[in-house]
């Protein structure tokens, strides 16, 4: 009998012929998903900071700051058409793969 994680495979719930991951996978797994939680909290906050600039701005740095947002953003909608087709969908989508203030 195979234990993983102190869990038979009886014990475990999982469908017939499928295996629990061992503690080392689980480990790899778990620290991937912080990762990946780190990296969006930080594109999140960039897109909010992007958004922030344009309401603070004062004319006539706005209408630049305006510009170089709306650029950006027709740009993701352009290049993520792949992603969906809702706008949510592919900026979602971009923001796995870039962050907003890259030039």
Known sequence: MDQVIGISAEDSGL?????APTADQWKIDHNWQHDLDDRFDDARENRISALEEVIAARWPRSVLVKRR???RLRRIDRDYS???QS???RQSEAMMYEDIRSP
């Not at 469908?15 to 295996?19: D, F």
Request: glycine share 14%.
């Open 87 to 89: 706008f949510a969908s």
């Open 69 to 71: 947002l709306r650029r």
């Open 15 to 19: 469908p017939r012929g499928e295996v």
């Open 82 to 84: 792949w992603a969906g």
